[in-house]
């Protein structure tokens, strides 16, 4: 098993980008279709519904709504007096492209197993001027010091614009994002722009504007396909389970001016829509709430971790294990390919993460994957767990099982 196949174990989530440059590709983007011929954009149907007129509808509601998302993106970093726009995560849309046609300077962060497709793909379509302002890094969102490196030596204030993403983490992961960036706004100034604090209505605010019809439907599919894409509990995350206000206070609460707006005052003529569907649009998109996010002036706390380490031993059917630093989406696949390059299957398991400073949704799921590989689950063992690490099994529910 190659390390691109052991990072899409660790990250399944990632096919949700392709599924968006597809949506993209129909609504006539000629980037999006330029880009879809060098992307494999096949995944597996996880769709059972057949085809009817209700599905033709939600596809034509879904298609609408990835328009006006990727072209509110587009318009946001367009006005922003920002230089530096920061895509995260970037996925597979061709959003580099358009910000180096306004002069700017784009940042794709993403997942490495994204990064191996989705960069020599853009730069086959860049001219070379172009190649000079777009620039794609693999880091983790949860980690304040890969997002840091991956921005090397720029200077200047920057935006960072998020998707979608905000929702597929459980509240640990959250904190530790939200964290990040405001070190990074703090750092080096600038604004975070996120519409995910209601990223389940989007599309169904969508298909109510495009068949006047009950959303609820739509709205139910959206919560269920996040749950699926992150493995968590959607009761668990603030973006999911809060209402605004209350989500509001969580990020004032962390050091961050919130600036709400309506989506419908950043939204451009869309290319699916005529002049009917933008009003009806405008008018669905007026209770669709985008977020402005600046650092409040106020000194940062600056944690070290150790640096990512594994080593292992196997011994008499006993796979030995000792972790140390973050196991999160860039580290969790060495530990897994040890794992797989067993030379025959474990008969117990011993990890030691006395120095495992964090451990992300990608570790965890390292360890239920070596856990459900035992026949004797009993023989399975997690040892030296610290306060911080048990924090997270506890808030995700991996204690039950694996401590």
Not at 240 to 253: F, S
Request: proline share 4%; aromatic share 8%; with cysteine.
């Amino acid at each position: 098993m190659d390390i691109k196949e052991l990072e899409q174990l660790v990250n399944p989530s990632y096919t949700t980008g392709k599924g968006c440059l597809g949506l993209l590709s129909a609504t006539g983007d000629p980037d999006a279709i330029n880009l879809s011929k060098l992307i494999d954009l096949s995944v597996p149907d996880k769709d059972p519904m057949p085809d009817s007129e209700l599905r033709r509808e939600i596809i034509r509601g879904y298609m609408v709504g990835q328009d006006a998302r990727y072209s509110v993106w587009n318009r946001l970093a367009e006005k922003s007096d920002c230089d530096i726009i920061i895509d995260l995560p970037c996925g597979y849309l061709p959003h580099g492209l358009a910000v180096a046609r306004m002069g700017k300077n784009y940042f794709g962060f993403e997942l490495p197993v994204v990064i191996k497709d989705i960069e020599p793909a853009i730069y086959s379509l860049c001219t070379e001027e172009q190649k000079e302002k777009i620039h794609y890094r693999s880091v983790d969102a949860t980690n304040y010091e890969s997002m840091k490196k991956a921005l090397g030596d720029v200077k200047g204030r920057i935006c960072i614009i998020t998707d979608g993403m905000l929702g597929l983490f459980n509240r640990s992961e959250l904190d530790q994002v939200c964290k990040s960036i405001l070190r990074l706004l703090s750092e080096f100034g600038g604004e975070w722009y996120t519409s995910d604090v209601m990223s389940v209505e989007l599309m169904a605010l969508s298909y109510e504007a495009v068949t006047q019809k009950d959303s609820a439907i739509v709205h139910q599919a959206v919560v269920s396909g996040s749950a699926a894409n992150s493995d968590i509990d959607n009761a668990e995350n603030p973006f999911i389970a809060w209402a605004p206000e209350r989500l509001k206070a969580y990020m004032e609460g962390l050091g961050f001016n919130v600036e709400p707006f309506a989506y419908s005052e950043v939204l451009p003529q869309l290319r699916t829509a005529d002049a009917d569907l933008m009003e009806r649009l405008k008018a669905s998109y007026s209770k669709m709430i985008e977020w402005r996010l600046t650092a409040k002036k106020q000194t940062q706390t600056v944690e070290v971790d150790l640096p990512f380490e594994v080593s292992s031993e196997f011994k008499d059917g006993v796979f030995s294990v000792s972790v140390q630093g973050r196991m999160d989406t860039m580290t969790a696949p060495e530990l897994l390919k040890r794992f797989k390059e067993l030379p025959e299957k474990a008969q117990a398991i011993n990890i030691d993460v006395a120095k495992m400073a964090y451990v992300s949704s990608a570790g965890l799921r390292v360890f239920l994957m070596m856990y459900k590989s035992l026949e004797d689950k009993s023989r399975f063992r997690l040892m030296n767990v610290s306060d911080d690490v048990r924090e997270i099994l506890e808030t995700t529910g991996f204690d039950q099982f694996l401590v």
